[in-house]
């Protein structure tokens, strides 16, 4: 009896392993169908998108068919449409691939953001300027923004900034570090300079004349330049000295100490 029932038990194993194997079987072969379809479907799926905007692509609804400019207040908008290299009647693609993998800058702009409206087909461009520390008269007028860059804008009110006397692009080129200085100036002693006129001096690489709004001058050179932030204080410790008819400021090269003054004044030559 128990011989019999050892070859019983053995039977059953072998049947056990045997539908065991089936079934892992018919499971690998049913998520093989599974992976199929699912590849079948993705394809499928990948073809009839890029059969439908090929389709969107070729129609009249895909073309850009207006372009705003937003934001600006001195770099004309003609001026930023260039520098977008996008057009009227171009595909609405070309501003997707001008939004997604465009890192170029914008002279004078800060920051830009471009957003596109697919149902009107309208673009919109919106920028954040750099501020503008200056302007020239070179015959046009020129604005010197504080990233050193330079725009034309025939249509700038004066009096906002000072006017460059003297200079040109390529000084200016050469010397970027005079528009950030001028940003970083004290915004009331900033918004004191009517003029800034460039005059030689032999011993300075870059000299200043700076006419003031109260009838003041200040001369400096580059690396003294922000010492304008005291431009107050040297203003009313002439008044109340003993020489305030002595409208003319130089700043000294070795700066504002607690133990030394940053400025002497002189009567103004003729």
Do not use: W
Not at 187 to 211: G, R
Not at 222 to 238: A, K, Q, T
Request: proline residues 4%; charged residues 25%.
């Amino acid at each position: 009896m128990t011989r019999r029932r050892n070859q019983s038990d053995n039977v059953d194993l072998v049947e056990k392993i045997q539908n065991d194997i089936k079934k892992e079987r018919r499971e690998k072969k049913r998520k093989m169908r599974l992976k199929f379809f699912k590849r079948l479907f993705t394809f499928f799926l990948i073809i009839s998108v890029g059969f439908g905007l090929f389709l969107f692509d070729q129609s009249e609804y895909s073309k850009i068919r207006d372009i705003e400019v937003k934001g600006n207040q001195y770099i004309p908008t003609e001026i930023l449409l260039s520098q977008l290299d996008l057009n009227i009647n171009d595909r609405l693609i070309y501003g997707t691939y001008y939004k997604l993998f465009n890192r170029g800058t914008i002279p004078g702009v800060a920051n830009k953001s471009l957003k596109l409206y697919y149902t009107k087909g309208l673009i919109t461009l919106t920028v954040q300027e750099f501020p503008v520390v200056g302007y020239m008269d070179t015959p046009t007028r020129t604005l010197l923004f504080s990233d050193n860059s330079f725009i034309e804008n025939d249509t700038f009110k004066t009096g906002s900034v000072p006017k460059l006397v003297g200079f040109d692009t390529s000084t200016l080129e050469n010397n970027p570090s005079f528009a950030d200085k001028l940003m970083k100036m004290d915004t009331s002693s900033f918004n004191s300079i009517s003029e800034i006129h460039l005059i030689e001096e032999p011993l300075e690489d870059i000299y200043f004349k700076l006419i003031m709004n109260n009838g003041y001058f200040v001369f400096t050179n580059l690396d003294n330049i922000l010492l304008m932030d005291y431009y107050p204080d040297i203003v009313s410790g002439i008044q109340t000295g003993s020489k305030p008819d002595n409208r003319c400021i130089f700043f000294l090269d070795y700066g504002h100490t607690p133990d030394s003054q940053s400025a002497v004044s002189r009567p103004c030559e003729d």
